[in-house]
């Protein structure tokens, strides 16, 4: 039997990575569902997939998720709680500046504590700034070499769980080639093996790795900083909240 079902108002969301915006619905129920098993995960790892299934149920048509760049999730997921928890939100900080402690005995030695006071860090969820948008995608090392890179992305993120520490920036550099090309010929990244893009990252003189490092250094992301003073002890605080979890409010 076929019950009835409700509609839903659709929304055009424009991400960095494409030049045709993408539609997206609210949240039913069971993305509400999916969003309380990310708040309660309490690790980066469980609350990424939880974001991952709901970013894949809201979006309408094709869409590739897990190659989908990591400042693609973010917009998608800030949009996502806009339209269907509210576009405005609070965060919270805790104060850390350090004050007398107030104690009995006038003659005792002084001692500083934290402030302790929580402060409300506003945030306006459809229009968080994007830090380093402008980022070039073109690495061009000779006259005749060199690479096209993609912002790292969010099967770049799983994969990045099992890596060694001192492995994870030649990984994250990897992930990012999208193509490389000489004067005769054009080489694309996924038809090439993981040995063979770390054995041509390996093989880079030190400046022109250098180049891809800074790459790495300057992908976009979401990032908002906030002026607060503290209303109890007068501390003049810049709050920065960056990425997708200093976001999850």
Same mark, same amino acid.
């Given at each position: 039997?076929?019950?009835?079902?409700?509609?839903?108002?659709?929304?055009?969301?424009?991400?960095?990575?494409?030049?045709?915006?993408?539609?997206?619905?609210?949240?039913?129920?069971?993305?509400?569902?999916?969003?309380?098993?990310?708040?309660?995960?309490?690790?980066?790892?469980?609350? @990424? *997939?939880?974001?991952?299934? !709901?970013?894949? /149920? $809201?979006?309408?048509?094709?869409? %590739?998720? #897990?190659?989908?760049?990591?400042?693609?999730?973010?917009?998608?997921?800030?949009?996502?709680?806009?339209?269907?928890?509210?576009?405005?939100?609070?965060?919270?900080?805790?104060?850390?500046?350090?004050?007398?402690?107030?104690?009995?005995?006038?003659?005792?030695?002084?001692?500083?504590?934290?402030?302790?006071?929580?402060?409300?860090?506003?945030?306006?969820?459809?229009?968080?700034?994007?830090?380093?948008?402008?980022?070039?995608?073109?690495?061009?090392?000779?006259?005749?070499?060199?690479?096209?890179?993609?912002?790292?992305?969010?099967?770049?993120?799983?994969?990045?769980?099992?890596?060694?520490? @001192? *492995?994870?920036?030649?990984? !994250?550099?990897? /992930? $990012?080639?999208?193509?490389?090309? %000489?004067? #005769?010929?054009?080489?694309?990244?996924?038809?090439?093996?993981?040995?063979?893009?770390?054995?041509?990252?390996?093989?880079?003189?030190?400046?022109?790795?250098?180049?891809?490092?800074?790459?790495?250094?300057?992908?976009?992301?979401?990032?908002?900083?906030?002026?607060?003073?503290?209303?109890?002890?007068?501390?003049?605080?810049?709050?920065?909240?960056?990425?997708?979890?200093?976001?999850?409010?």
């Amino acid at each position: 039997m076929k019950l009835p079902q409700i509609s839903y108002p659709l929304y055009d969301v424009q991400l960095l990575s494409r030049a045709e915006p993408v539609k997206i619905r609210p949240f039913t129920v069971r993305e509400e569902k999916l969003m309380l098993m990310a708040v309660n995960a309490g690790d980066l790892a469980s609350t @990424t *997939e939880c974001l991952r299934q !709901i970013i894949s /149920n $809201c979006v309408i048509g094709d869409f %590739d998720v #897990d190659n989908m760049s990591m400042i693609d999730m973010e917009t998608l997921f800030l949009h996502l709680r806009a339209r269907s928890i509210g576009e405005k939100g609070i965060t919270h900080f805790k104060c850390k500046n350090l004050v007398p402690k107030k104690q009995s005995d006038a003659n005792a030695a002084p001692m500083m504590v934290e402030c302790g006071m929580v402060l409300d860090v506003p945030v306006d969820f459809l229009n968080v700034p994007v830090l380093n948008r402008d980022t070039s995608l073109s690495i061009k090392f000779t006259d005749d070499i060199g690479v096209k890179m993609r912002f790292p992305t969010f099967n770049l993120f799983r994969t990045l769980q099992s890596v060694p520490e @001192t *492995e994870v920036e030649l990984a !994250i550099a990897a /992930n $990012c080639l999208d193509v490389i090309y %000489d004067k #005769d010929t054009a080489h694309k990244a996924s038809d090439c093996s993981e040995q063979e893009l770390r054995d041509f990252l390996l093989a880079l003189p030190g400046d022109k790795y250098e180049r891809i490092r800074e790459f790495i250094q300057n992908t976009p992301q979401s990032h908002q900083e906030t002026d607060i003073k503290c209303v109890k002890c007068g501390y003049e605080h810049k709050i920065v909240l960056e990425g997708i979890q200093d976001f999850f409010v």
